[in-house]
């Protein structure tokens, strides 16, 4: 980016991401507001469960966001703008006209960035969630679990939600879907990983239109005290998969590559970018000399927490700082 930017409240990045490359984010929920309390959620028990869709945030302030940020970036510099960020996106009932819009704002820069959205799958059985998501090229709806009680165990779902008519939207969404569908299914330790569930998810999703299949397990510390697929658990869902005819892929590492500081005006507003995206240490050594304050300030900002996951230390920002 040629210049700094300050007051960023929904466009973040760009992150490195593992599935997408290097991904300019926007966020469009309050922290925390989700359909699901995912167990493995990076960033913490959700505060605000439900399924009700809202116009969250001002939708022409989010347009002129992105479009400021894009004026800005040049398009080897972003591959993807992802909608994700802090809760469930598809919650936003501004995200197809906000996604039209951002294609439009591409297509009037010299990027080559594509649109994704980043979903749990709660809401496809909704015809307007499934409208709102036709315009962009990549979707990546995750599917943890194919029976309904390991499902509310690892997702922790809405009490209205039920998995039969998750697994419908899925299936819809896919026969009117025409861009590209990534499927998730995230693997976590006592919980998806046996060979009986993983059948049954193979099972599940040999019945939906997928192009390709990620298999992923936490690299972050999760929400709960839980644990990452062992590499035995990991191959065996590869073996049941791909014997289920889908193409199927492993993502068990932490994303590489850089964040880029220079859209941000201060290390206060860098910093909360780890709302949405934790930081390793090494990443927030970056940016403690990119602005040139001691990384001990940075540890020391209120809503910073450091937790421990595998081996590696993260920090992550929460606004009201209990995590």
Aim: net charge negative; with cysteine.
């Amino acid at each position: 980016m040629s210049k700094r930017m300050s007051g960023l409240k929904y466009v973040y990045g760009p992150v490195p991401s593992r599935r997408l490359g290097s991904s300019l984010g926007v966020n469009l929920t309050p922290f925390k507001t989700c359909s699901y309390s995912c167990v493995y959620c990076q960033l913490g028990p959700t505060t605000c469960k439900t399924v009700e869709r809202k116009s969250f945030f001002p939708k022409n302030e989010v347009v002129e966001e992105i479009e400021r940020v894009l004026d800005r970036v040049e398009g080897a510099e972003v591959d993807y703008l992802t909608f994700a960020g802090e809760g469930e996106p598809t919650l936003n009932s501004d995200l197809g006209w906000i996604a039209e819009k951002a294609r439009s704002a591409i297509e009037s820069t010299s990027s080559n960035a594509k649109v994704a959205v980043i979903t749990n799958s709660s809401l496809l059985w909704r015809r307007d969630v499934r409208e709102d998501l036709m315009s962009v090229d990549a979707c990546l709806p995750s599917l943890d679990a194919a029976s309904e009680s390991i499902f509310r165990r690892v997702n922790r779902p809405h009490r209205s939600l039920a998995l039969d008519r998750i697994l419908e939207g899925l299936a819809e969404f896919g026969d009117e879907y025409e861009g590209e569908v990534m499927l998730e299914v995230m693997l976590v330790k006592g919980y998806n990983d046996s060979e009986e569930e993983l059948e049954k998810i193979a099972s599940a999703v040999s019945e939906l239109r997928v192009d390709k299949l990620h298999i992923l397990t936490p690299v972050r510390p999760p929400a709960s005290n839980v644990e990452p697929a062992d590499a035995k658990a990991i191959m065996l869902a590869v073996e049941v998969f791909e014997g289920a005819g889908v193409k199927t892929s492993v993502i068990d590492f932490p994303e590489c590559g850089e964040f880029d500081f220079r859209a941000f005006s201060s290390v206060e507003e860098a910093v909360k970018i780890m709302s949405r995206h934790p930081m390793q240490e090494e990443q927030l050594e970056k940016l403690s000399l990119h602005f040139g304050v001691d990384l001990e300030k940075i540890r020391a900002i209120p809503g910073v927490v450091e937790k421990e996951f595998r081996g590696k230390k993260y920090y992550i920002y929460t606004p009201d700082s209990k995590f």
